[in-house]
């Protein structure tokens, strides 16, 4: 397998040598037989050399996801040599690696997790992955949502007794149908949980895991241009949402700077999450933020009410953490917010304060935000690049809604709610 992928004889030769060369190239075979390329290969061979640099691991033996995961410093701070060049790693490419490293093990059974923890279908979700990364090129954001989709389908294909090779549209279907039954997803939700099952398909065809067709029989529901889909929330609301946070428990200063940035930026919770202690100059009074959905970085002036609520969370709340993520929760074990705690907190903000809305969650605040720079005459240019639009036809969307229902936002004072 070392001869496919490399060519130089001296490079080939220490990838054979190094320890554990037949449990290697076994995972590397079995992902090549998945269709995985030539470039991904080389990587995870690269990452399974590293691993074994910074782990004491040896045939047979059992470790750990959190074992793994401790050697994060590791890869993220040091030069790991390349076979012979310096290879720079950075956190995020860390991660990226350990997730690899991570599968590989679990491929063999060296991985020391719970029975129950153990996805049937993990060896296919990891070469979906893969594909995703390196074959298609896909955000981060739309490989874990794309990933999330094709693990509910297949866990409720395992809860039926069926397996993926005999899945027929009918399962489809009915999968997202007891989906939707235990909770109400608008026609746009459900349109865009079947186009990434359709993704999952045209992998699965490509790599004979299905059977032929899939992908092109499943048909989302039809979403027509002109349909009202999104809810924005009033003055009032705004006010009676940020009240929930008036008091000085550590929860509520935080939430409040939270509800703040979605508010006044029309933030994602993915770039909620991403934030860092190094994306605030209060020096320039600036903040800088990561859209993970489109790989772009914006600057924007730190507005006052949104600088004074991340103030008093620093200097009130924050755990003296070495994690440079700008918000952790509160609660050991401490660390970053999970991927559903904005979203949680939002809905569970606007069930205290008695808001009833068509939308809830974190997306509802960033519909406001546009909502109100439309009805203050900023142009959709400016707003598409302002809510980090990739696509026009994404701000055409606040265009279809009744100005005058909600020009009162237009006189809503953020400054005055700090």
Same mark, same amino acid.
């Given at each position: ?7 130089? %004889?001296?490079?080939?030769?220490? /990838? ?10 076994? /995972? ?38 959190? =074992? ?19 290879? %720079? ?30 996805? %049937? /279908?993990?060896?296919?979700?990891? @070469? ?65 949980? @079947? ?8 992998? @699965? ?51 409040? @700077? ?61 755990? %003296?953490?070495? =994690? ?61 690049? /302002? ?27 953020? =400054?005055?709610?700090?």
């Amino acid at each position: 397998m070392f001869e496919e992928l490399f060519e130089i %004889p001296d490079t080939i030769e220490r /990838y054979r040598a190094a320890p554990l060369a037949e449990p290697r190239e076994l /995972y590397l075979r079995h992902l090549a037989d998945f269709g995985a390329g030539r470039l991904t290969l080389r990587q995870i061979a690269l990452d399974q050399i590293r691993l074994l640099d910074v782990l004491d691991l040896h045939e047979g033996e059992k470790v750990s996801v959190a =074992e793994i995961e401790a050697t994060e410093p590791d890869w993220a701070h040091a030069r790991r040599p390349r076979l012979g060049r310096s290879l %720079p790693t950075t956190r995020k490419s860390a991660k990226r690696s350990l997730s690899r490293v991570i599968r590989w093990l679990r491929f063999l059974g060296w991985l020391d997790e719970p029975e129950e923890n153990r996805h %049937p /279908y993990s060896a296919e979700l990891g @070469a979906f992955e893969e594909w995703m990364r390196a074959e298609r090129g896909y955000a981060e954001q739309t490989i874990d949502g794309n990933l999330r989709s094709a693990r509910e389908f297949l866990d409720w294909l395992a809860a039926g007794g069926k397996q993926l090779k005999s899945a027929r549209i009918a399962d489809v279907d009915a999968a997202i149908k007891a989906k939707t039954a235990r909770r109400h997803y608008s026609r746009v939700t459900i349109r865009s949980g @079947a186009g990434r099952l359709r993704v999952f398909f045209r992998f @699965a065809e490509e790599h004979d895991l299905c059977t032929p067709g899939m992908a092109e029989g499943i048909v989302p529901p039809r979403f027509y241009r002109d349909q009202k889909v999104r809810g924005t929330l009033s003055r009032s609301d705004i006010e009676r949402l940020l009240a929930t946070t008036d008091s000085d428990r550590p929860k509520d200063k935080r939430d409040r @700077a939270i509800l703040m940035l979605l508010i006044v930026y029309g933030l994602r919770a993915g770039e909620i999450r991403t934030l860092r202690l190094d994306d605030l100059d209060w020096e320039n009074e600036t903040l800088r933020v990561h859209r993970p959905k489109t790989g772009r970085t914006d600057l924007f002036p730190l507005s006052q009410a949104v600088g004074q609520a991340i103030v008093r969370y620093l200097v009130d709340v924050r755990p %003296p953490r070495p =994690e440079r993520a700008l918000f952790l929760t509160l609660a050991a074990p401490i660390r970053p917010l999970g991927r559903t705690t904005p979203g949680y907190m939002v809905r569970r903000r606007m069930d205290e304060a008695g808001i009833a809305a068509e939308r809830r969650g974190t997306h509802v605040l960033r519909h406001t935000a546009a909502q109100h720079l439309l009805d203050r005459g900023v142009s959709m240019k400016v707003i598409g690049d /302002y809510l980090g639009h990739r696509n026009p036809r994404s701000t055409k969307a606040y265009a279809r809604f009744d100005l005058n229902a909600l020009r009162e936002v237009a006189d809503f004072d953020l =400054e005055g709610l700090a």
